[in-house]
């Protein structure tokens, strides 16, 4: 992840230059590190703090939870550790230390846990140094009371630990089983007219919204892949393709479902593009495809090419 700071931060040394930028530039600098819905919201927030804000930064927890992508978590933390906001931060390390701190039985993946951890974590807060009271629970979850391996010999809090009294470290956080991800189908084409392919750019808004992909649809029971990947390719762009082969078979995992996309080596065959879903399109050489800012399972496919 440090790369990517580093690298964020060369290129958009202030908000008004993150503001100025091209929403495809910032998604191909956020390129690898998922929820790109982060990178969207980050664009946006930083518009409103150049523009309408001329510059300046909220400086309340209320304040900083007005701007897109901005939740309760991230209001606090900046809030508290900047401005020295009496906010508790609960993340996922504090969750783990307040689990076993005090053998909470409520699972941390439950969303109507989340009340029982902030009232303790508030309760707790120091008052008169909020900011580096947050960021020692947060590393002292990260760094000694980890998920596998709790370093429980270095914890400051090994005296007052009721899981570590009880021998039950290993037992805490509890967590609910959560359920096996569905998995989802796609056939997509490497178009080819003359030299160049067809890239699609998704909707700005929704999932993977901002990024560049190959055309295609859902492969519906009992339809053959390749015949859903001409259907699908007419149903987003209007053109007629005709497939010439199968190139691979890519398995990517997202968030919330397992995706396997069956590509197409396919050829142009009539039609001008107009698209239905989509909100750009390029012919280009497959040598620049990289250029775009694409989604795991695209860079897959294309690593296919020959």
């Not at 096996?180 to 999932?207: N, W």
């Not at 007629?240 to 590509?263: D, G, N, P």
Request: proline content about 7%.
């Amino acid at each position: 992840m440090v790369p990517y700071y580093h690298r964020f931060l060369r290129r958009f040394p202030d908000v008004h230059s993150l503001a100025r930028a091209e929403l495809e530039t910032v998604l191909k600098l956020w390129e690898g590190l998922g929820y790109y819905s982060r990178a969207r919201n980050l664009h946006r927030a930083a518009a409103i703090v150049s523009g309408r804000m001329h510059g300046r930064f909220p400086d309340s927890k209320q304040g900083w939870l007005q701007l897109p992508g901005v939740g309760d978590y991230i209001a606090s933390a900046v809030s508290s550790i900047v401005h020295g906001r009496c906010h508790a931060v609960v993340d996922g390390n504090v969750k783990r230390v307040l689990a076993r701190l005090f053998c909470l039985d409520r699972p941390v993946n439950q969303p109507s846990s989340h009340k029982v951890f902030q009232g303790i974590a508030t309760q707790l807060l120091d008052h008169h140094r909020p900011g580096d009271h947050n960021q020692s629970v947060m590393e002292l979850g990260a760094l000694v009371c980890s998920p596998r391996t709790p370093r429980c010999s270095s914890c400051p809090l090994a005296d007052d630990c009721c899981a570590l009294k009880r021998g039950q470290v290993a037992a805490y956080p509890k967590t609910l089983k959560r359920a096996a991800l569905p998995e989802r189908q796609l056939a997509v084409g490497v178009v080819f007219k003359k030299e160049k392919i067809l890239m699609v750019r998704r909707p700005v808004d929704g999932f993977l919204g901002g990024l560049w992909e190959l055309p295609g649809g859902p492969i519906d029971p009992g339809i053959d892949p390749s015949r859903a990947c001409v259907l699908g390719i007419g149903a987003v762009s209007n053109i007629t393709a005709s497939v010439e082969r199968h190139l691979v078979t890519v398995r990517h995992t997202y968030t919330h479902f397992k995706l396997r996309m069956e590509v197409f080596l396919c050829r142009w065959v009539s039609g001008r593009v107009y698209l239905r879903g989509p909100q750009a399109f390029k012919w280009m050489r497959a040598s620049a495809v990289g250029d775009l800012p694409l989604h795991g399972a695209v860079h897959k496919a294309m690593s296919a090419l020959p």
